[in-house]
């Protein structure tokens, strides 16, 4: 559940109010899922573009659905989840199986920018086979932040942050949380009786939770000065009182080195960090100044998301990061672009490898967003509060532009493509009903499935003497056929090669269509 009352008390107090359009993006509808107004998917591509599906939750002010969603590259929806308040959601593995990991909670829009909740995980037949959870009494109560809370909404309470949920091959999991707590904001000009939002990093261990590491960021700020954040996330009227903290450190995404160190991206200090274990940091690459080392081939970068680590020897690193350098506060200034950047620890040299953005149609993300490079070096870029997908070939060309909503009315947290088999244990739905006396229609679908080619439609004028009466080929979520005579009941059974037949339960056809 979206905090509504909150952003409205608050956008009166803080936010410049943003004019929302009327014009609704186009859904679709479903006749045997109805529940289901998934958005229509605008679609330009060119033959470059790679196989997989694509993966993105919706929310937002302008968000027909709050849901997870699957589609294809033919804008077929493959999986939707239902209705939920969710954020960092990802087609990963766990233990080598593939899984879907989806955060759900209570998220806090700007200026808070983050979420206490659970990560859901679940396996390909969709069972939400475990959720990750941060239960600590040190944390602040949430009704003292949020007064409205209703805390049997949310069971089970955790204080996840809504930005990362990255499984490791061993089986844990890194997340972020955030502790909202006193502290003296002297040195940046604030109250000495000020409240931050403190960044903290986690390892917890994916099927119970244990806490296995974790890191503060007020434990650390003899090496992360506040006053580093300010030039670049002011203070503003924050800090004030226990519900507008200010939050300088604002992570949003952690990643391992090969030696166990962790490179933890901090939106607001425009910095990327590598973290030892034993929580020293390392080394401090600002998007600005540099920290640590010296800009170069015009490296720069800002409110950056989704730093990644893609190869790593001695001395380079080279990652990856989802470029916002388009302001926290003021927005259409710089264009929202994916980089690489090298990091060479002996020459402290941080360098511009490639840099991807669309030429002819410039994007501004306000937030989120993430940037994932493909096994066959093409990039995906998710762009968070604009809901499009780009994806760029080797070279830097755009190859595929994926739109299912108007900027700043939806936002899709990550967007990622990806394989995905999806056999789910539920059964398919089936819709029928009389168009008159001599025809029937039949609708039927099977909510993430991707491994079924063709449906059998069986029908009869009791549930005991149902008879096969066609087959048709699957042709996208949804599949209709029509049947002769006007039966009583319906059934239909996916059907594939090598897949079990799966029967829907058996219906009564509708008198009217
Ligand atoms: C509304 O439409 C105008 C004109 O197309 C556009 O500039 C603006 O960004 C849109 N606002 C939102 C909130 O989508
Ligand atoms: C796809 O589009 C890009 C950019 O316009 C172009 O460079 C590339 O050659 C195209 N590929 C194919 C297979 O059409
Ligand atoms: C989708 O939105 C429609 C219209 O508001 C609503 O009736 C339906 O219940 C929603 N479905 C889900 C899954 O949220
Ligand atoms: C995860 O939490 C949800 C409530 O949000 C609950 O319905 C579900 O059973 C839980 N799953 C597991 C595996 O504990
Ligand atoms: C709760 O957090 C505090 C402060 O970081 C830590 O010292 C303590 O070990 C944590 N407790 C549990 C049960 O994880
Ligand atoms: C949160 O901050 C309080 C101080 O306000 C501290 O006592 C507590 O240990 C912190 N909790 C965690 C989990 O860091
Ligand atoms: C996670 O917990 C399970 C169950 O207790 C345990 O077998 C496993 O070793 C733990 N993994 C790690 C990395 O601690
Ligand atoms: C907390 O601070 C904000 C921003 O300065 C202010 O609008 C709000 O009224 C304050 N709330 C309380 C309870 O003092
Ligand atoms: C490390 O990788 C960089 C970039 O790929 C390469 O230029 C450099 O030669 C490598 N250094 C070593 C010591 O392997
Ligand atoms: C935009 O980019 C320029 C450098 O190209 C930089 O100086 C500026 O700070 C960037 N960001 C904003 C929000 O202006
Ligand atoms: C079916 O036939 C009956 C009797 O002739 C008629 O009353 C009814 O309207 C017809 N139904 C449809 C759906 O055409
Ligand atoms: C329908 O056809 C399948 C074979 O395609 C057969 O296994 C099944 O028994 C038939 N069902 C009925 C009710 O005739």
């Known amino acids: 559940m979206r905090v509504q009352s909150l952003l409205v008390a608050l956008s009166a107090v803080i936010l410049p109010t943003c004019a929302q359009n009327n014009t609704a993006w186009p859904f679709q509808t479903f006749r045997s899922l109805p529940g289901f107004e998934p958005p229509q998917l605008e679609i330009t591509q060119n033959a470059s573009a790679a196989p997989g599906l694509i993966f993105f939750p919706i929310s937002g002010d302008g968000a027909h659905n709050y849901s997870l969603n699957i589609y294809d590259q033919d804008?077929?929806?493959v999986w939707q989840?239902?209705?939920?308040?969710?954020?960092?959601?990802?087609?990963?593995?766990?233990?080598?199986?593939?899984?879907?990991?989806?955060?759900?909670?209570?998220?806090?829009?700007?200026?808070?920018?983050?979420?206490?909740?659970?990560?859901?995980?679940?396996?390909?037949?969709?069972?939400?086979?475990?959720?990750?959870?941060?239960?600590?009494?040190?944390?602040?109560?949430?009704?003292?932040i949020y007064p409205e809370y209703d805390?049997?909404?949310?069971?089970?309470?955790?204080?996840?942050?809504?930005?990362?949920?990255?499984?490791?091959?061993?089986?844990?999991?890194?997340?972020?949380?955030?502790?909202?707590?006193?502290?003296?904001?002297?040195?940046?000009?604030?109250?000495?009786?000020?409240?931050?939002?403190?960044?903290?990093?986690?390892?917890?261990?994916?099927?119970?939770?244990?806490?296995?590491?974790?890191?503060?960021?007020?434990a650390h700020v003899d090496h992360i000065p506040l006053t580093d954040a300010v030039p670049t996330y002011p203070l503003g009227e924050l800090g004030q009182n226990q519900s507008y903290p200010w939050g300088p450190f604002h992570i949003n995404s952690v990643d391992e080195f090969e030696d166990g160190s962790l490179l933890v991206s901090s939106r607001h200090y425009c910095s990327i960090f590598k973290i030892g274990r034993?929580?020293?940091?390392?080394?401090t690459l600002n998007g600005y100044s540099g920290g640590d080392f010296t800009l170069k081939n015009d490296l720069h970068f800002c409110y950056q998301h989704d730093a990644r680590i893609h190869?790593?020897?001695?001395?380079?690193?080279?990652?990856?990061?989802?470029?916002?350098?388009?302001?926290?506060?003021?927005?259409?200034?710089?264009?929202?672009?994916?980089?690489?950047?090298?990091?060479?620890t002996d020459t402290k040299e941080a360098t511009l490898v490639k840099e991807l953005y669309d030429p002819s149609?410039?994007?501004?993300?306000?937030?989120?967003?993430?940037?994932?490079?493909?096994?066959?070096?093409?990039?995906?870029?998710?762009?968070?509060?604009?809901?499009?997908?780009?994806?760029?070939?080797?070279?830097?060309?755009?190859?595929?532009?994926?739109?299912?909503?108007?900027?700043?009315?939806?936002?899709?947290?990550?967007?990622?493509?990806s394989q995905w088999v999806g056999t789910p244990s539920t059964r398919p739905d089936v819709f029928a009903c009389a168009e008159s006396n001599a025809t029937t229609s039949v609708?039927?679908?099977?909510?993430?499935?991707?491994?079924?080619?063709?449906?059998?439609?069986?029908?009869?004028?009791?549930?005991?003497?149902?008879?096969?009466?066609?087959?048709v080929k699957k042709t996208g979520f949804e599949t209709s056929a029509s049947i002769s005579g006007h039966a009583q009941f319906v059934q239909v059974e996916a059907h594939g090669d090598g897949i079990k037949t799966v029967a829907s339960t058996v219906v009564a056809i509708a008198e009217a269509c």
């Open 311 to 344: 190869s790593e020897n001695s001395s380079t690193t080279l990652i990856s990061i989802f470029n916002n350098d388009n302001s926290a506060v003021v927005s259409y200034v710089n264009q929202t672009t994916g980089i690489f950047l090298s990091v060479n």
């Open 443 to 471: 609708h039927m679908s099977w909510n993430g499935a991707t491994e079924h080619q063709s449906w059998k439609v069986l029908a009869g004028s009791s549930r005991e003497g149902l008879r096969n009466v066609t087959d």
């Open 81 to 144: 989840s239902g209705y939920g308040d969710y954020a960092a959601f990802r087609p990963t593995e766990l233990f080598g199986e593939p899984v879907l990991a989806a955060w759900s909670g209570i998220s806090f829009p700007e200026p808070w920018g983050f979420g206490y909740g659970i990560v859901k995980i679940f396996n390909q037949n969709y069972e939400n086979i475990y959720n990750v959870t941060l239960w600590n009494t040190t944390y602040p109560t949430l009704e003292s």
């Open 278 to 283: 034993d929580g020293e940091v390392q080394w």
């Open 151 to 218: 805390p049997t909404q949310y069971d089970p309470f955790s204080w996840i942050d809504m930005h990362e949920n990255n499984i490791t091959p061993r089986g844990t999991m890194f997340v972020g949380a955030v502790n909202v707590t006193a502290w003296d904001l002297t040195s940046i000009g604030g109250p000495e009786d000020g409240w931050i939002v403190d960044s903290l990093v986690l390892e917890l261990n994916v099927t119970n939770s244990e806490i296995l590491w974790q890191w503060s960021h007020l």
């Open 75 to 77: 804008g077929e929806l």
């Open 361 to 417: 149609e410039p994007i501004y993300a306000v937030s989120q967003g993430d940037h994932q490079l493909l096994s066959n070096g093409h990039s995906i870029m998710g762009y968070g509060s604009v809901p499009f997908l780009k994806e760029f070939d080797k070279h830097g060309n755009v190859v595929q532009t994926v739109k299912w909503g108007q900027a700043q009315a939806v936002q899709s947290y990550r967007t990622y493509k």
